[in-house]
Nanobody, 112 residues
Framework: VQLVESGGGLVQPGGSLRLSCAAS????????MSWHRQAPGKERELVAF???????HYADSVKGRFTISRDNAKNTVYLQMNSLKPEDTAVYHC???????WGQGTQVTVSS
């Protein structure tokens, strides 16, 4: 199982980013996926979850601003992040829960 994230960067408050996670080594369409983040000095936290059939769940702190989606034809899960705030600054990790697999992470920095 391999997960490779991309799309992080530096953005101003109120801006947007889209993260991507390319998955390989398992039958992607059959399994749930999730995004987590870890800010300096804080524990890793769940940001968003998507089931194999597209049902979603979000942390309260990102509800209404972030959208998780998946493209099973591309074996990719996305995280669209809008109205970004400085407190969204963290390393964002893709996760395949049922395999205990994690990507290397992508840095998101929200700052003016």
């Amino acid at each position: 199982v391999q997960l490779v994230e991309s799309g992080g960067g530096l953005v101003q408050p109120g801006g947007s980013l889209r993260l991507s996670c390319a998955a390989s080594g398992f039958s992607f369409r059959s399994y749930p996926m999730s995004w987590h983040r870890q800010a300096p000095g804080k524990e890793r936290e769940l940001v968003a979850f998507i089931s194999s059939d597209g049902m979603t769940h979000y942390a309260d702190s990102v509800k209404g601003r972030f959208t998780i989606s998946r493209d099973n034809a591309k074996n990719t899960v996305y995280l669209q992040m809008n109205s970004l705030k400085p407190e969204d600054t963290a390393v964002y990790h893709c996760n395949a829960p049922q395999f205990g697999a994690w990507g290397q992470g992508t840095q998101v920095t929200v700052s003016s």
